[in-house]
């Protein structure tokens, strides 16, 4: 496990980036993480980010796509749109969360 | 991974009306788009009915002359054998959230993936552009799948 330094903040990551401790995640380092994949954050990405940290929070990994349209009600067109080219590992990135397991 | 090694462009062949035969090029496309990989999806001869209205949501696991179901094919044979794997093997399925066929067709469209029907099939089996899910983009021939396909890699499936 490495650190990292997130504008003034220093918070754990693995390898690739993806914080090891969702409880160090603030908005400011959300807005960070999401600088470095070239989005500015929006009301929009944050109904999906505190969707993921909900669910992830109840269920213990970051949601599928599937599941951010059904149990988020974010639709499939709006993911890719608000995260382009990789949805749901880089929601799951600047939400704070591990890197998505799921095939799909 | 170096940027420059990194896959770009795929374009999946899914020639095979099974379950087995759909799902892990739905699967693989789905992946793609998810990696920010562009992707076409190509649909071909008994493939097509994965892409089709009225035959998406009844894709069957075939339970005869499958070596891997450890099944004799003298037992699948059994009128509704077929259909009790397939409901089996969706409900995994569906722990996992994977969707069922038609539904997956939408997720791919949505996601990105441009979906086509293969106008030698389309013509063979008398079918017209209203048998298909509203999210095919068209149906072509060979040649443009490889123009399509350009700079991409070719999976066939």
């Known amino acids: 496990m490495t650190e990292k330094k997130v504008g003034s903040m220093t918070v754990d990551v693995d390898a690739e980036g993806f914080m090891t401790d969702a409880s160090q995640w603030t908005e400011d380092i959300a807005k960070a993480l999401a600088k470095e994949e070239g989005i500015e954050l929006t009301e929009d990405h944050f109904k999906v980010i505190s969707f993921m940290r909900k669910d992830f929070a109840e269920n213990g990994t970051a949601p599928s796509i599937r599941r951010l349209n059904k149990a988020g009600g974010i639709s499939t067109k709006d993911l890719y749109s608000l995260f382009p080219d990789g949805p749901a590992k880089k929601a799951a990135k600047i939400s704070g969360l591990p890197k998505p397991q799921g095939c799909v | ?157």
């Open chain 2, 1 to 157: 991974m170096a940027e420059s090694n990194k896959i770009k462009k795929v374009s999946i062949v899914i020639s095979k009306g099974s379950f087995d035969g759909v799902y892990p090029g739905l699967i693989m496309a789905n992946g793609a788009r998810m990696e920010g990989i562009e992707t076409t999806v190509f649909f071909t001869f008994f493939g097509l009915e994965a892409i089709m209205k009225k035959k998406a949501d009844k894709i069957k696991v075939a339970t005869v002359g499958n070596p891997a179901m450890h099944l004799p094919s003298l037992l699948g044979i059994i009128p509704g054998m077929s259909a009790f794997a397939t409901h089996k093997m969706k409900k995994e399925m569906e722990k996992l959230d994977i969707p069922p066929v038609g539904e997956f067709i939408e997720m791919l469209s949505d996601a990105g993936a441009e979906l086509y029907a293969c106008k030698a099939t389309v013509d063979m089996f008398h079918l017209t552009k209203v048998d298909f899910m509203p999210q095919v983009n068209d149906i072509i021939n060979v040649a443009t799948f490889y123009e399509k396909s350009a700079g991409a890699e070719i999976i066939f499936t």
